[in-house]
């Protein structure tokens, strides 16, 4: 998964690109769910918040490292759920 640092200038613009509705308004700024977040896989080939972050805040979550193979497993099972 990936998260949003305090960097983020809650330009608004990174949460309707995310294909798996991970990205929210947090307490002060955007957060991520990484429970939803497949970085993308299954959907596009990059990350679609970090394309169009402005101020380039959104990293890897350093406590969520996943493989391809989970993030694609995690893919899955939000479709399912959808
Ligand atoms: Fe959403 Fe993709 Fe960004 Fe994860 S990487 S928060 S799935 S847009
Ligand atoms: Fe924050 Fe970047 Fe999302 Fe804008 S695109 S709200 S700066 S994380």
């Known amino acids: 998964a990936l998260k949003i640092t ?11 690109e995310c294909p798996n509705n991970a990205i929210s308004m947090g ?3 955007y957060v991520i769910d990484p429970s939803k977040c497949t970085e993308c896989v299954g959907h596009f080939d990059e990350p679609q918040c970090q394309q169009v972050c402005p101020v380039e805040c959104i990293p890897l ?14 893919y899955h099972k939000l479709v399912a759920h959808k």
Not at 6 to 16: A, L, S, T
């Open 6 to 16: 305090e960097e983020c200038i809650n330009c608004d613009v990174c949460e309707p």
């Open 27 to 29: 307490t002060e700024i």
């Open 61 to 74: 979550n350093l406590e969520y490292i996943e493989t391809r193979t989970q993030l694609l497993e995690k």
